[in-house]
Each structure stands twice: as C-alpha cells, then as structure tokens.
C-alpha cells in the first residue's frame, strides 16, 4: 500500500483503510499497512481467505473496525512494531480481528 496516493498532480496521504475496502479479494496473500495508516475500517480485508502475511508498519494505529480481518486464511501472522506489540494485542482483541490460530508478534 503506497503511504501517498498522487491525483492530477496532487498528493494525498493515506490515513485509512476504508469500511469493506479489500472485502472478497481473491488472490492477495500479503497486505502491508502503511506507516500513515489509523484506522483499518469495518469488514477491510473480510473474505481474503488466501490473505496469510499482514505487515503492520505503522505506529500510529488508533482503530481496528469489527470484523476487518473476518475470514483470511486460519494461520494469518501479522508483523507489527515491536514497540507497539503489546498495545496491539489488545486493539486486534478488542476488535475481533485474531483468531486462536492466528499469530501477532
């Protein structure tokens, strides 16, 4: 995901991941989160059953919305900050975003 997307000659920084953005996507395997990224909206990646490989490199991430990582593949790891490990546990718990399966670290 590029940190900035270039319109007519203008820049706009990415800040989000909207609601149901990647909803269905049937070839990704891996996703990167961009260092601008805050929010991941509800239902983002839901259905991106080959999705396996989350890198997570923003250290600014506020919200997860429910069910963003709804139904990717069963052994999904997700790659995050290390100084943020701890407070993204539980922002992916608080969202419903892990199952047993899936690894965070």
Known sequence: MPETINIK????RVAGIGKAAFKGCKLASRAVIGKNVTTIG????EACKKLKNIEVKTTSLKKIG????KDIHKKARFTVPQK?????KKLF?????????????
């Open 9 to 12: 000659g203008t820049k706009f």
């Open 42 to 45: 509800n239902n983002a990646f």
């Open 66 to 69: 429910k069910k963003a990582f």
């Open 84 to 88: 943020q490990l701890k407070k993204y």
């Open 93 to 105: 718990k608080s969202a419903k975003a892990l199952t047993k399966s899936m690894k965070i670290g």
